[in-house]
């Protein structure tokens, strides 16, 4: 796709005709502060992905020892045939994951540097540098690039770099967020309680990534592997999943993400037991990522379903068997009943039929003006009244991207597709206020 995020802009335009040649948006770091509403047209032509030449960079991220360096080396030495550029980021003066980085030899891989400071902070303008004067300098002489963020990195404002650098996004452009999960830890890393204003960064990993490597298998068994997977399914519905032990996953799923994937946000539309997550925490500390769904069974392993539901045995036998537990009311085995931050969760909504632009452009434009913060990632398809093409689009925060992607077939049904990652989402608000894009609506209330 070549139009890139840009910070929302006013005025979506219909156009049904096809414009005979799509233009990359640029954006600017200044005007991002004006959060102004979306901006949507049928302007481009199809096919925009097919031909973009850009280089794709793959942003690697996970919790510290989540096993970053490990795909990294992985992807390195796998039979790909790209030349990588490889940025590490890594706090302190002393480098030590660059030594742990292997190379095949065909020495046509780099690695860079960035040190003191953390990529998504402090030394963001040096990576901008980074890959300006890559771009500059060695255009042509390489074909993917890998950044690798440390561990307490939160992603989104190495995403929004490659949208708010306009000199970037010529020759690059972000293929995709990878995310690695350690099967083992990372529940306590979700859970983690942090101070008001303070980001959880392992939830916002989880939260933007395109692919989850649930690594570590080998530490963990079936049951706990699935706790884990229903826990960051719930966080992000839209991101693709696969286990890993030793971040062994296929190169093809880490690389060539393809930025928009809209097949996952077509499956996350149709899987109608995930069809929304509310994150409630229950009498019994499950949360469900399930239409109306209420889950009342202790036992329940269905995997749609995530549960949080930990009892610990011991102490005194007697006093287990009198205690009745406050959350749940059962007898005879003592309750750690654990609850976890469920404020990050992901809606999806789907609606046949088409979509009124000015409503749609209103109604983006004031959802990304007074929730842009929280709303972490946004991804959808829409059927557009006049419009002969799908429209697709995907937001970071208040940066937006959307464009024509192909023509609607005869006889293909035309039907609106949302996804919705973020903090604090209320499904139901959500719901009404895309519903009300729908055309012909406000003609009935009126
Ligand atoms: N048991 C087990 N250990 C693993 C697995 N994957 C990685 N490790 C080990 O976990 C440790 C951390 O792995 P790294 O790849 O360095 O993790 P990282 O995310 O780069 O770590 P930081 O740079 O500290 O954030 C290393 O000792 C790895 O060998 C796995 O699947 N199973």
């Known amino acids: 796709m070549s139009a890139a995020l840009q910070p929302a802009v006013a005025a979506l335009r219909a156009r049904s005709h096809r414009a005979s040649h799509p233009r990359h948006v640029r954006a600017s770091a200044s005007r991002i502060a004006s959060r102004r509403p979306a901006s949507i047209s049928c302007a481009a032509t199809a096919g925009d992905a097919v031909k973009d030449k850009r280089v794709p960079v793959t942003i690697l991220t996970g919790f510290l020892g989540s096993g970053k360096t490990t795909l990294l080396n992985h992807i390195l030495q796998g039979d790909h045939g ?50 300006g004067r890559l771009v500059k300098d060695k255009k042509g002489e390489f074909d993917h690039i890998l950044i690798e963020t440390t561990g307490l990195a939160n992603p989104a404002p190495i995403i929004q770099t490659f949208y708010l650098e306009p000199e970037l996004l010529d020759t690059l452009r972000l293929d995709g967020v990878v995310t690695l999960v350690d099967a083992k830890h990372a529940t306590m890393h979700l859970d983690e309680v942090k101070p008001e204003g303070v980001v959880n960064e392992a939830l916002e990993q989880v939260a933007f990534a395109d692919r989850l490597v649930v690594n570590k298998t080998d530490l963990v068994n079936e049951s706990e592997l699935r706790t884990i997977e229903n826990r960051v399914r719930t966080i992000n519905q839209l991101a693709s999943i696969q286990r890993a032990e030793k971040a062994n996953v296929d190169l093809d799923f ?41 889950c009342d069974k202790p036992d329940c392993d269905d995997p749609t379903h995530s549960h949080s539901h930990s009892h610990s045995h011991g102490g005194d036998a007697k006093a287990e068997a009198d205690a009745e537990c406050e959350v749940c009311g059962e007898h005879g085995h003592s309750h750690s009943h654990h609850t976890h931050d469920d404020s990050v969760t992901s809606v999806s ?88 894009c729908k055309v012909g609506v406000s003609a009935v209330n009126a």
């Open 254 to 294: 880490v690389l060539g993400v393809g930025g928009f994937d809209l097949d996952r946000v077509q499956d996350v539309v149709e899987e109608p037991s995930h069809s929304h997550s509310h994150g409630h925490e229950d009498s019994h500390g499950h949360s469900h990522a399930g239409e109306e769904e209420t």
């Open 82 to 131: 790209k030349r990588i550029v490889v940025i590490e980021n890594e706090f302190g003066e002393i480098d030590i994951d660059s030594d742990l980085v292997t190379f095949k030899d065909s020495g046509e891989e780099d690695i860079i540097l960035l040190n003191n400071g953390c990529l998504c902070c402090t030394v963001r303008g040096d990576l901008v540098d980074m890959l």
């Open 349 to 436: 909504l789907t609606m046949d039929g088409e979509v009124d632009l000015d409503l749609v452009n209103d109604w983006l434009g004031m959802l990304l003006n007074d929730r842009w913060q929280d709303l972490f990632r946004m991804k959808g398809v829409l059927a557009i009244e006049g419009c002969d093409d799908r429209y697709v689009f995907q937001g970071v925060h208040a940066l937006f991207e959307g464009m024509p992607d192909r023509l609607w077939e005869d006889g293909e049904p035309r039907n609106s597709k949302l996804v919705f990652i973020g903090k604090e989402l209320d499904r139901e608000e959500l719901k009404a206020g895309f519903e009300a």
